[in-house]
């Protein structure tokens, strides 16, 4: 059975003993590591944070442990740091990087016409729904969960197909 690492982000300080024990935690024989909602912008700032006498962020450690096969699942907000960018509404309405380990930018909790309350660029988006989501594994993809989760490129949307993987999207 794989090991689970996961910690809660709700605001944006995080104690330095936290982030030392999640890095301990993020070994290399992890196999899945679950990144909550809350806040993304909170959640990038735990990822992010350097501790003094630290060596690497949980981030750097998260994307070495995904290239190395560990799975990661993102949730909301999880979801939303995955990927190359990340809206930020509770900070700004622009886009912050995220950990880059998938294209574009999620859209958490989405619906047909709900990405217009946010400032986004005309970029890969991936719509997310109540739970729903989208599994992506080496090079293909496929709709998983409740709701229709849906890609947008160059402006138009098309769901993800639920029944057959398909090639991931760049």
């Known amino acids: 059975m794989p090991t689970t690492a996961a910690w809660a982000s709700q605001s944006t300080w995080f104690p330095i003993r936290v982030t030392i024990a999640a890095l301990a935690a993020l070994h290399d024989g992890v196999g899945l590591v679950v990144l909550p909602g809350g806040s993304p912008g909170g959640l990038l700032d735990v990822l992010t944070d350097r501790p003094n006498g630290t060596s690497s962020t949980i981030a750097e ?7 190395s096969g560990t799975a990661i699942s993102g949730a909301s907000a999880g979801a939303m740091v995955l990927c190359a960018h990340t809206a930020t509404p509770d900070r700004s309405s ?13 859209i ?35 709709g998983v969960g409740q709701g229709a989760a849906s ?10 197909d639920r029944r057959r993987p398909e090639s991931v999207l760049r």
């Open 61 to 67: 450690r998260l994307v070495a442990l995904w290239a």
């Open 94 to 106: 622009g886009l912050a990087s995220g950990l880059d380990l998938v294209a574009g930018v999620a």
């Open 108 to 142: 958490p909790h989405w619906s047909p016409g709900s990405e217009r309350r946010w400032s986004l660029p005309d970029t890969l988006l991936w719509g997310l729904p109540e739970c729903g989501g989208v599994l992506i594994e080496n090079e293909s993809m496929i």
């Open 151 to 160: 890609v947008r490129i160059e402006g138009t949307w098309r769901a993800i």
